[in-house]
Every structure is written in structure tokens, then in C-alpha cells.
């Protein structure tokens, strides 16, 4: 991106260097009534008190009519300048200079998308850069916006998202009014969420605040990715400019993500090819769209089996090397390649949490593990995502998905005939594993199929037979829904985004309409499977999705509970011998039943449901997507079976 001076009259006429008095002369003056000259007399008691009182109903004498230009002027060219396309906010005080700039001066450039909390405009940010492959901006306001926002960087942080948040403060003490911008204001704004971000700042000036969030983006943007944060200081975006001219927008060049060591590649080759049972796992392998084809490559060189937690699109569901439903090749190993994984060793351990918690590994003795990826290369240590230690062989410090290529021509260039004929045998086996997989899980889906509640095998097999033939995306599932990808033919990048990362409970929803967004310009069906409990954390998304016109079609898997921790509890009950019956207290959502689709007509959103009839399921699902494709938002709330 080239170097950009501000002090351009063709774009225009970007903060003006002829000062307030040719600004001004150069404006209309305002109609008398909307800004008068002087302050009204006000009587001191129709006054509620300094909590209630706004300030902009306080106009000084001593302010000029009108400003030629604002810090937030800049900001929001900066935002421009890095390709921002979209900030979701919930709109506040402390960055209306910002907001007032992006509406105004570069015309609703990036567009702003209006949320009701600020745990839906981060994990609408969130979804959004999973499809998309670039941040989305988010603006929050103050300590208590960015309070709000928490829940969603954390999601963001653990599933190594790039999302670039805002926030508003007042730096300067003697600028704040009395009440709320003190209550909403802090030294250190940002300490709020250093422990879930890669990098924070607040900027003292325009040019600190430019250079500050190209770093911002650039940091959040190289692997490992994260979310960062800007403190905006409200001084800075409201004030006039006073040098327009020293400003510059600075040039912005993306990391190109480092491969791993040569050395390192060759030696992992060389283990990989000469393997008996070799196979590989992963989890974030695919950051960009051609990380899905570099695994197929690896994989097709070794024919081995991959073992995919699909926390990215990485893997074909159909191709006949995915092994992701036969985890007990995990034990026949003798080699494992690791890539990107997010928890290696729970991916490689048996784990029990019965009366005495106990662990065993998954792997036989003697195993090698080679690992490749960039997780290891940026870890804080509160917060304990980075998952238990696990002991391994070969690690390779490098972006997975960009060493993958160096790694296949390594494999190949070991690989000679009798190799070749060894490596096609084991396919073969493999690809017989897979389609005898493939036929059970669609007997599986078969059980129950008739019955009420609906089963989700029926649920997610009725959804397919519908949108099969239309250019679809599932941007979201609910907990443990594994039959899309046991049952559906998933083998385009952008046909899966994986899951929240940090398991916080209101992610799907705001997520799922985030990449919704981002698939809209591409013309993609967006889908999703979300469960009631984290439906009720936001559905104010939902009308976000309806304002935006945002199509999606939202599918609840109402089991009118949250059955994870329902079941949890009939577990500790069945421990000391005491009452199962009664552990539906304080773990399920009914008495009364909640009626989402009538929710989803409140927001205006379009709604179906509740189906308990699995006869009734496919017509409503085929209005439901008539609506989609109409432009619209659209939920089917579908009464299930709890798993």
C-alpha cells in the first residue's frame, strides 16, 4: 500500500490548512435556533443534576459556530487507507467524534453496522474475518463498552482471529463532565483485555494514533492472529486539526507468514515416508483459501489418513483419506504430524472425569509426533488456552499452511516406486475405512427418524436435501453437532469457519451473521445451526441481521435446555447415589417454553416454529430459505432430541 499525505484537495479537501476562520466562511452559516450564539438562560431548577445533564446542551460562548476539521476526520481516512470495509458498533459519546467523521466525511466509509450489545458487534467481527480473510473494525464505548466486549475478544483470542476493537476514553481529567465521563473513563483503558490481545495502544496524537493502528493491523493480521485494541481519546477525534500538513497515513505491508526451518521440513519428510502408519492431524491448518489444497496435496503424497478438528475448513469431509470419524488410527500411529493444532494433547490422550479424574495417552509406544504450526510462537500465560503440555519429537516452528508446499515436494522427493506402490495400498484401505464410515453414519441417521422430539440426524439431513444445490456455507453449529460434517459433502474453503475457540457461550449467532456478511457480496447461502441457551445470550444479532439485511438462515436446535450442563449434573448425582430426577433445576429452559420464532418476527427477522412434527420440518424449512434467498434473515426454531 503506497504512502498516503492527507493534504490532498482531491479527496475533499482533507482537513484544509487555511484554519476555522476560511473553514467557517467557507460553510452556510446554521439556522440562529439550532446553535445559538450565546448560551440560553437556563433556570437552575429545571436543572435534573450533573448526571442527567448533557453537555452538548451547555454551548460555550466562547466556541467558534463551526470547525473546519476533526481528529476523527483522520481516523477515519486511516481506517479507509487499511481497506476496512465494515464497524460494527454500539454507538456512544466517547468515539461520536470518530462515528460523526466516518457517517460524514468519507460517507459511511467503512459502513457502519449497528448492534444492540457489544458481545454481537466482536463476534460479528469475529465470523466475519473467518470468511472474509481480513479484520472487521469494532467501537466500543469506555471502560463499561469494553467490559461488555470481553467475552467476545476472549472467543476471538482463543480461536486466533484478527479483530480490530476501538474504544472510547477521555485522557485528560480537567476535560471530563461531570458524572459519567468520569464513570466511564480510565487511565489505562486497555488493561481491560491485555491478557486476550496480541497488542493494545492509546494514542497521544493523530500521527501516534496513525502509526498505531497500521501496527495494530499488521500485528493482528500476522500469525499467530489475534485481536488488538485502540483506546481513542475523545479530545483527539472532537479536536480541530492544527498541522494538517505534517500528517501521513503510513504504508502498510502485510508479514508474509514464516515457513518452517528447511532442515526441519526435510527431517520431518523423511520420518513422514518412512512411517508404517503415518497420519496427520490438525486443527487451524487453513487461514486463506489455499490452505485446504496444500493439505489434500501433503496427504494424497503419504496417502495417509487425516484427522481433522475442524477449526478451519482444512479437509474435504468426503475425500476418502479424511479418517476424522475413525479416531483409533491415533493408536495405530507410528507416525503423527501435528498441524496447528489448538489442543494437542487432549487430541492425543484418553481423558476421564469420573469420581478420580485420570488420563491415559492415546498413543502406542514408541510413537513419533512431529508438530507444525505457529501457536508456540505467542502465548501469555494467565489465561489457559495453550492446553496441557505434550511431550513430542520434531517441532517445527512455521505458518502451516505456507510450509505445507515445501513439505509435499520434500515427501515426493523421497517417495520412489516401491514407496509409490506401498503408499497406494494404504489408500486404498483407507478409502474403504471411509466409505464404510460414510454408510454407517447415514444408517446411523436413520434411527429415531420418525419420532418427537425431532432427532438432529433428521434435522441436519433434511436441511441438506434443501440447500445441497445452492453455493452454501455453514458459518456455525451447536455443541457436538457432528452430522454436517458426517452426513454433508463439505469441499470448498468457505463451507466451514469452525467453532468459537474460547467455547463462550453467545458466539454462534452474532458469528454466524458477521460471516453471513462477509458472504453476502459473493451471493454464498449462509447457514447455521445454533442451540437455544446460546440464542437467548444475544438475539438482538438478530435484528442487526434484519436492519443490514443480512440473509442467513438461522436453524435452533431447541432442546429446551442447556443439556451439556444438565448432564453433567446427572453425573455428579449418580457419583454419591442421590436424586437424578431433579436435575433439570436451574439447567433448562422452559415453564415457561420459549418461542423463538416469534423472537425472530419481534426483531424482524423471518420466523417458523416450533416444529415438533418431523413432517412438518421440510415444508417450513422451504419457506424459511424462499425468505433467504429473498434477502432476508431466517429462523426455524426446531424442537429436538437434546444431542
Known amino acids: 500500500m503506497p504512502e498516503r499525505r492527507i493534504a490532498d484537495s482531491s479527496r475533499r479537501n482533507f482537513l484544509r490548512a487555511a484554519g476555522l476562520a476560511g473553514a467557517a466562511a467557507a460553510v452556510a452559516p446554521p439556522a440562529a435556533t439550532a446553535f445559538p450564539a450565546a448560551p440560553q438562560e437556563i433556570s437552575k431548577a429545571a436543572l435534573p443534576g450533573p448526571l442527567q445533564t448533557a453537555v452538548e446542551a451547555l454551548s460555550p460562548s466562547s466556541d467558534p459556530v463551526n470547525q473546519g476539521s476533526s481528529g476523527g476526520d483522520f481516523m477515519a481516512e486511516v481506517l479507509n487507507a487499511l481497506g476496512i470495509e465494515y464497524m460494527a458498533i454500539n454507538c456512544a459519546s466517547s468515539y461520536r ?46 471502560v463499561v463498552g469494553l467490559q461488555h466486549a470481553t467475552m467476545a475478544m476472549y472467543n476471538a483470542w482463543c480461536d486466533r482471529v484478527p479483530v480490530l476493537v476501538f474504544g472510547g476514553n477521555i485522557m485528560e481529567a480537567d476535560k471530563r463532565a461531570p458524572g459519567a465521563e468520569w464513570l466511564h473513563a480510565g487511565v489505562d483503558i486497555g488493561q481491560i483485555v491485555r491478557e486476550f490481545t496480541k497488542w493494545d495502544d492509546q494514542p497521544a496524537s493523530l500521527t501516534h494514533f496513525a502509526e498505531s493502528t497500521v501496527r495494530a ?90 484427522i481433522d478438528n475442524a477449526g478451519r475448513m482444512n479437509f474435504p469431509s468426503r475425500h476418502p483419506l479424511n479418517q476424522s470419524f475413525r479416531r483409533a488410527l491415533i493408536g495405530q500411529a507410528d507416525v503423527i504430524l501435528a498441524i496447528e493444532m489448538n489442543d494437542l494433547w487432549g487430541t492425543l490422550t484418553h481423558f476421564s472425569d469420573r469420581i478420580v479424574r485420570r488420563s491415559r495417552p492415546g498413543t502406542k509406544p514408541g510413537a513419533k509426533v512431529i508438530t507444525l504450526g505457529v501457536r508456540d510462537l505467542y502465548l501469555k500465560s494467565n489465561y489457559q488456552d495453550f492446553g496441557r503440555w505434550q ?90 453437532l457432528s452430522w454436517p460434517h458426517r452426513l454433508w459433502d463439505f469441499n470448498k474453503p468457505y463451507q466451514w469457519n469452525g467453532s468459537s475457540g474460547g467455547a463462550g457461550v453467545g458466539y454462534n449467532l452474532p458469528a454466524s451473521i458477521g460471516a453471513a456478511l462477509a458472504n453476502k457480496k459473493h451471493g454464498r447461502f449462509t447457514l447455521a445451526f445454533g442451540g437455544d441457551g446460546d440464542f437467548m445470550f444475544n438475539p438482538g444479532a438478530l435484528w442487526t441481521a434484519a436492519h443490514h439485511q443480512i440473509p442467513i438462515l438461522y436453524v435452533i436446535q431447541n432442546n429446551r435446555a442447556y443439556h451439556q450442563e444438565y448432564m453433567y449434573l446427572v453425573a455428579m448425582a449418580a457419583r454419591h447415589g442421590r436424586d437424578v430426577t431433579k436435575m433439570d433445576i436451574g439447567t433448562t429452559l422452559k ?45 426455524v426454531d426446531v424442537v429436538t432430541d437434546p444431542r
Not at 517441532?395 to 515426493?412: H, M, Q, R, Y
Not at 514407496?419 to 474403504?432: D, P, V
Open 97 to 142: 467524534g470518530l462515528h460523526e467523521a466516518i457517517v460524514n466525511h468519507t460517507n459511511n466509509r467503512p459502513e457502519i453496522i449497528t448492534c444492540v450489545h457489544e458481545d454481537i458487534a466482536v463476534h460479528m467481527a469475529q465470523g466475519y474475518a473467518k470468511i472474509e480473510g481480513k479484520p472487521m473494525a469494532m467501537a466500543c464505548h469506555g
Open 217 to 306: 493491523y499488521k500485528i493482528a493480521t500476522t500469525p499467530p492472529m489475534g485481536p488488538v485494541f485502540i483506546a481513542l481519546d475523545a479530545e483527539l477525534q472532537e479536536n480541530p486539526i492544527a498541522d494538517a500538513e505534517s500528517l501521513r497515513i503510513p504504508k502498510f505491508a502485510p508479514v508474509v507468514p514464516p515457513q518452517g526451518d528447511a532442515g526441519a521440513i526435510a527431517e520431518a519428510a523423511k520420518m513422514l515416508v518412512e512411517a508404517q502408519n503415518p497420519i496427520i492431524v490438525c486443527d487451524r491448518v487453513a487461514r486463506t483459501p489455499a490452505g485446504m489444497a496444500n493439505l489434500v496435496a501433503l496427504a494424497e503424497a503419504l496417502q495417509c489418513g487425516v
Open 391 to 480: 511431550d513430542v519429537d520434531l517441532d517445527i516452528a512455521g505458518d502451516g499452511e505456507a510450509s505445507l508446499p515445501a513439505l509435499t515436494e520434500a515427501v515426493k522427493r523421497l517417495t520412489d516406486d516401491a514407496k509409490s506402490s506401498a503408499f497406494e495400498a494404504r489408500g486404498k484401505k483407507l478409502a474403504a475405512a471411509h466409505l464404510a464410515m460414510v454408510e454407517q453414519s447415514k444408517s446411523d441417521a436413520t434411527i429415531g427418524w420418525d419420532a418427537s422430539p425431532i432427532t438432529t440426524a433428521r434435522m441436519c439431513a433434511e436441511v441438506y436435501n434443501q440447500i445441497k444445490n445452492e453455493d452454501w456455507s455453514v458459518v456455525g453449529t451447536t455443541i457436538r
Open 591 to 635: 415453564d415457561p417454553n420459549i418461542d423463538y420464532a416469534t423472537v425472530a418476527r419481534g426483531m424482524g427477522a423471518y420466523g417458523e416454529g416450533p416444529i415438533t412434527d418431523p413432517q412438518d420440518l421440510a415444508p417450513a424449512l422451504t419457506r424459511a430459505i424462499a425468505a433467504v434467498k429473498s434477502g432476508r434473515p431466517a429462523v
